[in-house]
């Protein structure tokens, strides 16, 4: 038997997510008809996710390790649907319908719904990789400083968010301003080095986020490693120069951007920070971080191309 679980945000995307769910139950009895009509069986259910809903979202029938979850839905929904996926050892399938999709792009998967559909009912599953930070999941990057502040931010102005990427930049420089920079000392093995002005540090699984800002950019969920950005030292005047390359890559030439490539690593920071984001989902941040990398954790459905062009 082949069943299916959607996890559908309706709000994502202004909208789209719904859309897509539409038009992909609208297939769904017709491709149930032509399953039976093989001796096989097939099943679907589904659940409508939203802001007021605690996680971890609740599904209407438990997961089995042959299931495939789908998220229908931005990078957050993605995130939610992974921690539900890891629970069970299912495989998760993505129709991409968020604003920025920055994980699913990465995967090369459609934005188109039923193609995305089509994806995942035909696609090969890719063994990717996971970032645990003190026990929580981080699919393709997130982080804590200046991001997460401007993330909190536009999570409280609903017409902000529905800029999609222009909304991170119109919100940073309003952010900027009680904005306070904090010290970090980043230990890996029997090495530890301290950074203090800190004003952001990014974790990547993937290489970008907030809708194609290049953090990140050498990151890759299928290395066995977790990317780190740190920023240091720069002025308020100075972040808002550098804040455009970010979406070309370029920021990592300047000196005050200091990049990290580790397994595992530990941060312990100087105070407590507001706000901190993984996936662009709000999270705690303790003062104390154990981040590390989980290899080929999540059995992600993607097109069979990507898997090719991705086998050595």
Request: aromatic fraction near 8%; proline fraction near 6%.
């Amino acid at each position: 038997m082949r069943r299916l679980h959607f996890l559908v945000n309706p709000l994502a995307g202004r909208g789209k997510a719904l859309k897509a769910w539409e038009q992909i139950s609208a297939q769904l009895p017709r491709l149930q008809q032509a399953v039976e009509n093989t001796d096989q069986t097939f099943s679907y259910t589904h659940t409508f996710v939203g802001k007021n809903q605690p996680a971890p979202f609740p599904l209407l029938s438990p997961l089995l390790a042959d299931d495939i979850l789908v998220a229908i839905g931005g990078d957050g929904s993605v995130h939610h649907s992974a921690v539900l996926a890891l629970q069970s050892g299912c495989a998760l399938g993505v129709v991409p319908t968020g604003t920025g999709n920055d994980f699913a792009n990465f995967f090369g998967l459609s934005k188109e719904p039923l193609t995305a559909f089509d994806e995942v009912l035909n696609g090969s599953t890719q063994e990717v990789d996971v970032v645990s930070v003190n026990g929580q999941v981080l699919v393709n990057a997130g982080g804590f400083g200046l991001d997460a502040s401007v993330v909190h931010f536009i999570e409280g102005h609903p017409r902000l968010k529905r800029l999609g990427p222009l909304g991170y930049a119109v919100s940073l420089p309003i952010v900027l301003g009680n904005f306070k920079t904090f010290s970090a000392v980043v230990a890996k093995a029997d090495r530890e080095e301290r950074f203090d002005n800190v004003s952001l540090v990014a974790i990547g699984n993937g290489p970008s986020f907030g809708g194609g800002m290049q953090v990140v950019p050498q990151a890759t969920p299928l290395d066995g490693e977790v990317d780190l950005c740190i920023v240091s030292g720069l002025n308020k005047l100075q972040l808002l120069r550098v804040f455009p390359s970010i979406y070309r890559g370029s920021h990592i030439l300047n000196s005050h951007v200091h990049l990290r490539r580790v397994a595992r690593v530990s941060i312990r920071l100087n105070r407590e920070l507001d706000y901190g984001e993984f996936d662009g989902e709000p999270v705690h941040v303790e003062r104390e971080l154990d981040i590390q990398i989980q290899p080929k954790r999540l059995k992600l459905v993607v097109p069979r191309t990507f898997v090719r062009n991705r086998l050595p």
